[in-house]
């Protein structure tokens, strides 16, 4: 066994433990679910026993997970590095576990615009979060007035637009791939 095969065998192991405490399981709980012996699963968790593919599989699904997800080893690279959109004042990072969700850190200094015309509505997901300042979310009709940490989640579908209130804000977004699609060219947020 290579050293890195050692360290996967040990990264799977307290992955078990993990996942099994996050539950709130006990030892025998688990066990019961996997149909193994308590001592089985006690001396997989702990290295006592030779980690067996039919007992991972077993494991994974009494765990909710997947075989892929419980023996995934980290990542090399855990750090994401933004795009920056200086002409719209943005940062955009790309999530890699979903390359379809992009994360966009937005500081705005005007008011939504008054003029409905340059509203939007498409499809996808927002969820958006202020991080300082004041920010104003105009959707369909409504005027909604969104403070420092304090979060919006809306239908796309219907048109909006947001903007800064008493000053410069900050927002942290969140887009799914329809979303960031239907803001490409515009505002980007």
Do not use: Y
């Amino acid at each position: 066994m290579t050293q890195a095969d050692g360290e996967l065998d040990s990264l799977v192991r307290k992955r078990i433990r993990a996942l099994r405490v996050a539950q709130g399981w006990s030892l025998a709980e688990l066990a019961a679910r996997a149909h193994i012996s308590q001592s089985t699963l006690s001396r997989i968790e702990t290295g006592g026993r030779r980690l067996a593919l039919d007992q991972l599989v077993t494991l994974a699904r009494a765990l909710d997970t997947s075989l892929d997800q419980l023996v995934e080893t980290a990542a090399d690279d855990v750090v994401s590095h933004p795009v920056v959109d200086a002409a719209h004042g943005s940062m955009r990072w790309t999530m890699k576990a979903d390359p379809g969700i992009s994360v966009v850190r937005r500081r705005m200094t005007e008011p939504p615009p008054d003029v409905p015309a340059r509203m939007r509505a498409h499809p996808g997901r927002e969820w958006l979060v202020v991080l300082s300042g004041t920010a104003v979310l105009l959707l369909g009709n409504r005027r909604v007035r969104v403070e420092t940490h304090q979060a919006v989640e809306f239908p796309t579908m219907l048109p909006h637009a947001i903007g800064a209130e008493g000053g410069p804000c900050e927002i942290l977004g969140f887009f799914d791939r329809d979303a960031r699609r239907g803001h490409q060219g515009g505002d980007g947020a």
